[in-house]
């Protein structure tokens, strides 16, 4: 099993993102993927989940600000960030049901 994230940056406040997360070795549709994201000094949050048939769950902090999607025929999720705040600034991790973590990207929101 293999994750690997892509499309962190430097983003002024307000700004957009979309982080991408490609994904191999297992079937890909029968699993949920999620992304965390872990800010400077701190511990790493769950702030999105995506079953399998596209359902999504979002943490109260991203709520109405990130989208999560996936496409299970190229095996990628993505993450949206729209309206990003300086408090986004973190690396921002994609992950598998089951613990498979990808190296993370980092996402820095400041003017």
């Known amino acids: 099993v293999q994750v690997a994230e892509s499309g962190g940056g430097l983003v002024q406040p307000g700004g957009s993102l979309r982080l991408s997360c490609t994904a191999s070795g297992f079937t890909f549709s029968q699993y949920s993927m999620m992304w965390y994201r872990q800010p400077p000094g701190m511990e790493r949050e769950l702030i999105a989940r995506?079953?399998?048939?596209?359902?999504?769950v979002y943490a109260d902090s991203v709520k109405g600000r990130f989208t999560i999607s996936r496409d299970n025929d190229e095996r990628m999720v993505y993450l949206q960030l729209d309206r990003l705040k300086p408090e986004d600034t973190a690396v921002y991790y994609c992950?598998?049901?089951?613990?498979?973590w990808g190296q993370g990207t980092q996402v820095t929101v400041s003017s």
């Open positions: 992950v598998r049901l089951g613990g498979f």
């Open positions: 995506i079953s399998g048939s596209g359902e999504a």
